[in-house]
């Protein structure tokens, strides 16, 4: 498929999201890092990251133990090299407590298509089981 790049129209942003949610789900940290920049600067609640390396090294210690993670994505706004989306998603511990995780990401786009910064606030709430967020 072929990177999307800005300026984006509502068309593409959406299909920026999609293909974002698509690859957060299959939880490969190689293929999700690849949609950042190699000087990607993200913020994750109180994690900051600079990096492809850090993405992935970030990613792989997210799924060790958000287990059986799904996630949702929908476009919230867009302009330009920049898109807004709300999310959700679930995942349980090891112990086997389900939380459900929702917030708000900002993206911000180079001219080739990939995110060069990512800030996300995230809120988990503990569920009793999954309710298969879709």
């Known amino acids: ?21 698509d690859a957060w789900n299959t939880r490969d940290p190689e293929r999700v890092a690849l949609a950042y920049s190699e000087d990607s600067e993200w ?43 709300t999310f959700e998603y679930e995942s349980h511990n090891a112990e086997g407590q389900w939380f459900r995780s929702y917030g708000n990401e900002l993206w911000e786009f180079d001219d080739d298509g990939l995110m060069r910064r990512r800030i996300a606030s995230i809120n988990d709430a503990p569920i009793d089981g999954p309710t298969h967020v879709r």
């Open 43 to 85: 913020r994750n609640r109180t994690e900051f990251l600079e990096g492809r390396d850090a993405i992935r090294a970030f990613l792989r210690r997210k799924w060790s133990v958000e287990l059986d993670y799904h996630l949702k994505k929908t476009l919230w706004a867009f302009h330009e090299n920049r898109i807004a989306v």
């Open 1 to 21: 498929m072929a990177i999307l790049k800005p300026p984006f129209t509502k068309e593409s942003a959406a299909a920026k999201v999609q293909a974002a949610e």
